[in-house]
């Protein structure tokens, strides 16, 4: 154990543990507030995960800009519900009016922080993703859980929270071979978490016959695809600087959540169950 991470409390292999209990936490949030309050509760579930985002980005990435960055994010989390909330029919494509200004707001948070301004471009590209992430969770509110593709948006939900367990579970005991220095993931975990997401599109909408199961199987590699490479990329956002430890898990679990909301959305919206 190095002095660093004797001060940060961070162990870069004990990370997954928490980042597999807040991603199964995550998950059991969207899937169940959904089931039992419909669309308000998946609103709630969206906007408890933004807030934990949020919360957690700046203490996880070492970011400058401490009180700038959260600021920014509440504010683009609060936009983006609003614009999927208030519409009768509400549109996907407005949601990019929130990363747009966000970053004209970005830009001005650089330019009103104090002299001398460190790490100017690692800040404001923190601070955008920051606010792509928050509007992407938004996206998970359009799964209408009262819907008729009710069914395929709660599957699409525990695709990704199984394929983000079963990566983390296997990286803790199996992380090998190393994908790459100081990312604490193997490519073992990559593979057995893609095949464990698909399994679930199978067991829950396989039918035996080949021209039903492929585009199930498609579904789920897809989506599990997606959920695998940017849990991987997380741990790259939170691999470098300083960290605290309860914030990473938190950045590990909720970020693949709002990367593959577009995906799900998109193949829900296109019948691929």
């Not at 995550?26 to 919360?55: I, K, M």
């Not at 509440?74 to 747009?100: I, K, M, Q």
């Amino acid at each position: 154990m190095t002095a660093a991470t004797l001060r940060t409390g961070f162990s870069a292999r004990g990370q997954h543990l928490p980042a597999a209990a807040a991603v199964a936490a995550g998950a059991a949030l969207l899937v169940l507030l959904g089931e039992y309050a419909g669309t308000p509760g998946r609103l709630a579930a969206v906007a408890v995960l933004q807030v934990a985002l949020v919360a957690a980005w700046v203490p996880a990435t070492g970011i400058e800009g401490r009180a700038g960055a959260p600021a920014l994010g509440l504010a683009a989390a609060a936009g983006a519900d609003l614009l999927v909330v208030l519409p009768e029919r509400p549109e996907l494509g407005s949601l990019l009016a929130v990363p747009g200004l966000g970053f004209l707001a970005a830009v001005l948070h650089q330019m009103l922080r104090r002299a001398p301004r460190r790490q100017v471009v690692g800040s404001l590209a923190g601070v955008v993703l920051l606010l792509c992430a928050v509007t992407a969770l938004a996206v998970l509110v359009l799964l209408d859980p009262d819907g008729p593709d009710a069914a395929a948006a709660t599957t699409a939900l525990l695709v990704v929270g199984v394929t983000l367990v079963a990566g983390h579970l296997v990286d803790l005991v199996l992380p090998r071979p190393a994908i790459a220095a100081g990312v604490p993931s193997g490519v073992v975990g990559l593979v057995v978490s893609v095949l464990a997401g698909a399994a679930v599109v199978l067991a829950r909408h396989g039918t035996g016959e080949l021209a039903d199961v492929l585009p199930v199987l498609l579904f789920g590699l897809a989506l599990a695809g997606v959920a695998a490479l940017v849990g991987l990329a997380a741990g790259y956002v939170v691999a470098e600087g300083p960290r605290t430890a309860w914030a990473v898990p938190l950045v590990q679990a909720v970020l693949p959540f709002a990367a593959c909301a577009p995906v799900a959305f998109s193949l829900v919206l296109q019948n691929a169950l």
